[in-house]
């Protein structure tokens, strides 16, 4: 094989991620080089028409370019992340329970996904969230239940594919029961892993074109993180699960890889796995790390560590599935992800007690507001405009981790208190604590993970901190009819 020959091959297996609305030259040249395809985030993302000419100009270079991206729905959007997720997030959509609705607002999410010349999406998350202290899956899996998240993994598996856009189930093995962000380190896999992958069976059943590896460590399969172990990719889902389709890697340079067998070593160790698509860019988007990865496969060939076959296969894996991808009609049908959404996030709404406002002053709104997590990034959520919109002369107080809790408002205005996660974290809790003791009578309402109901006068939670889950709940708190 020559050099040019194996250049292209290790390029063929890289989805690096790239900053800018536009790719770039050096991106452009890579891709007419032979690249696998590129990952999207919402950097690269203002709106429907720029992402298209985006994806139309990679397309220009090269027609058959995979182009992913991480369209979660809910609290991980990329479409959406200025303003907020048109449709609510799985945890939403597993607490209605509704197989046929889950499967309906993965089609409309597909559909823009389509119309916008992606063909990958990196969703839905398969792993089952028994563990409530998570840190990084939370709202982001369909619940604890393995055979709830079973059969809704399938549902969005099926509704992302028959709109054309294939979808890949993540993170294999699951990420559900860890206490650690894969992100910064290497988490260990707990409770019953027959359990876990549950959903991840189902997925395969439902002919998902790509299931994504999780960096994580299983007990009874060695310490190498499941995206480097080949007893976990080539044993575990290609043998025991049967699975055909592409296995991508979650990025690279998360600190369960970078920070463990190292960045490059990772690449060339998870191919030697069974993993076929490598991405990376999340953090380290340019051209010097493709580099660096390329360079590292084809020395790993050369020296017959990695054989030339186990690359081939690879990348032929990833040119399939790019090619097998429909680029959609042209539409932009953001409204009908809308409609779908919102009719979603209504049915996903959970209120106790007096949730709705009295008639009199307006509000105040006190915003508890964490930091966003790695995978989340900054993305608009909360009541403030849409309780406003509603509400005229509504007062609005966002507090961090580090800000003092005010004093609570007068007793004549309305009190809504909005946290994030609050069950597990500790600053939100004491903030929460030292509001209710002064103003018992004020609503709560939980945009994240739900935990025990707080003694507040009314309690809603959203499960997920979509826009539209934060209008469901502007309905309920205003009374407006729907």
Known sequence: ????????????????????????????????????????????????????????????????????????????????????????????????????????????????????????????????????????????????????GARHVAAAVRGTQEAGVAACAKHFPGHGDTAVDSHL???????????????????????????????????????????????????????????????????????????????????????????????????????????????????????????????????????ADAGAADRGDGVVPVLEAAAVGLAAARRAVRGSGAVRLPAGPPPVLVELHPEPGIAVGRTAWGLAEPLAARLPGTSVVILGPDDPVPAAPPGDRPLVIVVRDAARVGWQQAALAELLTVRPDAVVVEMGLPGPAPPAAGYLATHGAAATSARAAVELLTGAAP
């Open 185 to 319: 380190g290497l988490p260990t896999v707990g409770g019953d892993l027959a359990a876990a992958l549950l959903p991840f069976r189902a997925a395969v059943h439902a002919g998902a074109r790509a299931v994504m590896t999780g960096h994580l460590r299983v007990p009874g399969y060695g310490d190498l993180p499941a995206t480097v172990n080949p007893a976990l990719i080539a044993g575990l889902l290609r043998t025991d699960l049967g699975y055909r389709g592409v296995v991508v890697s979650d990025a690279l340079e998360m600190g369960g890889i970078a920070g463990t067998v190292g960045l490059a070593e990772g690449a060339v160790r998870a191919l030697l796995a069974g993993v076929d698509a490598l991405c990376v860019g999340g953090g380290l988007a340019d051209e010097a790390v493709v580099d660096q990865l390329r360079d590292a496969i084809v020395a790993a060939v050369r020296s017959g560590r990695l054989p030339a076959d186990r690359l081939a296969e690879a990348a032929g894996r990833v040119a």
């Open 1 to 148: 094989m020559s050099a040019r020959e194996l250049g292209r091959l290790a390029d063929a297996v890289l989805l690096p991620g790239f900053v800018g609305l536009a790719p770039p030259d050096w991106l452009r040249a890579r891709v007419a080089g032979g690249l696998g395809g590129v990952v999207l985030f919402a950097r690269n993302v203002r709106g429907p028409e720029q992402l298209a000419a985006l994806t139309a100009a990679l397309r220009a270079e090269r027609a058959d370019v995979l182009v992913a991206i991480d369209e979660e729905g809910g609290d991980v959007t990329r479409l959406d992340a200025a303003g907020g997720s048109s449709v609510p997030g799985p945890l939403g959509l597993g607490v209605v329970d509704d197989v046929e609705l889950t499967r309906a607002v993965a089609y409309a999410t597909a559909r823009r996904l389509a119309a916008a010349g992606v063909t990958l999406n990196l969703a839905p998350v398969a792993d089952v969230n028994s563990n409530p202290d998570n840190p990084v899956i939370g709202v982001r899996s369909f619940g604890a239940d393995p055979a709830l």
